[in-house]
């Protein structure tokens, strides 16, 4: 699914990212996630939160959507 609609960046690509290592700091710089309406921040940084290697969770739920990560 596209959380950035700004960016068209997906749950997927953000999820990615989480899953290296990579910082939500980081995310916003390499991809453009909720740099420029914002209205997609709380979705993308739960998206990040759930795909982290700190926080083994496969499913979030996210303002009534549930968003499920696949495993890499």
Do not use: N
């Not at 959380?3 to 290296?20: K, L």
């Not at 993308?44 to 495993?71: E, I, Y």
Request: hydrophobic residues 45%.
């Amino acid at each position: 699914m596209i959380v950035c609609v700004c960016h068209r960046i997906s749950d997927w690509t953000i999820a990615r990212a989480a899953q290296s290592g990579m910082p939500f700091d980081d995310v916003q710089r390499a991809y453009g996630v909720a740099t420029q309406c914002g209205k997609c921040e709380t979705c993308a940084r739960a998206v990040w939160a759930a795909g982290s290697p700190a926080q083994p969770v496969s499913v979030a739920t996210v303002t009534g959507a549930t968003v499920v990560l696949l495993p890499a």
